[in-house]
Each structure stands twice: as C-alpha cells, then as structure tokens.
C-alpha cells in the first residue's frame, strides 16, 4: 500500500529566506504526487502535482516541488518565504490514475514564517 | 466559477445519533469523494462516487454511507455516530475523463459529537 512521510512537525524560517517542506513517499508503481496547503479551520488547498514529466513542479503562490525517484522525495520549496505563507502543509501520493480520487496524505507539516 | 461547497459548516450532534452531510461538486466536475480529517491528523479516504455508485472504499465501517445525485452533488451519511466520528469532514471533486486530474476540496464541514 502506498504511504507519504512528512518527517518535520514544524519548519519554522524567517521571511524573505528559502523555505523547503520534505516529503517522502512509498508506492508500489509510478507515484502521482501532490501538495496541498491548509489555513486555519480552512479546507486545502491544491499548490501543485507531480504526474509525469519534469522533475521540477511549478505551482501556486511561488511555490515548486521537485520528484526524486532514487530518492523517493517530493520536497515543497519557495525561495523567498512570506509571513502569509504560514500554514499546514500536507504531501499526498495517488498510487495509479485509476485510483481516482483516493489520495494518501501526511501528516502533515506546520510551517511558520516569521517576520 | 464556484469550487466545490459543503454543508453545513459546522454541527454538534449526541452519540447514537445520524448525521447527513451535503456538497456540491466544482463546476463540471463529476466525480466526488469524502474524508475525514480528525484534530492533527491528515485527511483520510472515506469513498467515491462516480456515475451514482459507490466506486472505491477506505478503511471506514458501513456506518459510513454515501450518496451521488444525477446533478453530482452528494450526501455523506453516518449512524450511530461515536465520539471518535468528531473530525472535520472534507468533500473533493475532479473529473475522471481528465487524466492526472487535479483534485479540489472544499472548506469542509466540521462536526462536534458530545
């Protein structure tokens, strides 16, 4: 069965400085990755996927993640971060297209910008 | 373009009752599914419907129930309810025709069992 680890709880980096959030995953197949984020008692998000492709994602808000199949990562990146970017970040795999709609998500990772 | 919508936003129910939870997929989406993201926790997989029918399942006893309508919308049903049933319950939405779909989520609803 497929599985994503978020090692951090927490990021915390100051504004204006890079930001990486990590995320690994385990999938039997091709992995279909996703980042989405969650603001305070607020739904998620979708940032930005991974399917197939350049390993360098693009998404929303400046945000990019980059796949590293040897490594098995997807790791969320911005090289300048902003206090409104504090936020719940969750990694998630679809382990086939056919899956549809069943995501398997982290736990989740708490990222705070300071000013 | 409306997202996807879910209601109610929030509900406190007592143990052993029913609780019917509704939303409407993003506009020309038609496929929905359901989870439940307890306190700290990520979101996990309850099920999607696809065409009316229940299409995959997560780890979730049968007290979890659902429903699609011609029009999309769907209603997520549980009985019996347990204190531990207390999460916020999230709707998402695609389109299957779409390969490497995107996914989309709405605000969620959250329910309080006491």
């Known amino acids: 069965a497929q599985s994503v680890a978020q090692p951090e709880d927490q990021v915390n980096v100051a504004e204006g400085n890079p930001l990486t959030v990590k995320c690994t995953y385990s999938?039997?197949?091709?992995?279909?990755l996703f980042w989405y984020v969650q603001y305070p008692n607020r739904g998620l998000q979708f940032l930005l996927k991974?399917?197939?492709?350049?390993?360098l994602v693009k998404g929303s808000y400046g945000f990019e993640a980059e796949f590293n199949k040897s490594q098995t990562s997807f790791h969320l990146k911005k090289p300048s971060a902003l206090v409104s970017d504090s936020a719940l970040y969750f990694c998630?795999?679809?382990?086939?297209?056919?899956?549809?709609?069943?995501?398997?998500f982290g736990t989740g990772t708490r990222l705070l910008v300071s000013p | 373009d409306a997202g996807v919508t879910q209601s109610p936003t929030h509900l406190i129910k007592t143990r052993g009752q029913q609780v019917t939870l509704r939303c409407s997929p993003k506009s020309g989406h038609d496929t929905v599914s359901w989870y439940q993201q307890a306190l700290g926790q990520g979101p996990q997989f309850i099920f999607q419907y696809y065409e009316e029918e229940e299409r995959q399942r997560g780890n979730f006893p049968d007290r979890f129930s659902g429903h699609q309508f011609p029009n999309y919308s769907s209603e997520l049903n549980v009985n019996a309810l347990l204190l531990g049933d207390s999460a916020l319950y999230l709707c998402?939405?695609?389109?299957?025709?779409?390969?490497?779909?995107?996914?989309?989520f709405g605000e969620g609803s959250w329910l309080t069992v006491v």
């Open positions: 999938v039997s197949g091709n992995p279909y």
């Open positions: 998630a795999v679809r382990e086939s297209l056919e899956d549809f709609q069943k995501l398997v």
């Open positions: 991974y399917i197939t492709g350049d390993n």
């Open positions: 998402a939405s695609s389109l299957v025709a779409v390969s490497g779909n995107t996914i989309y």
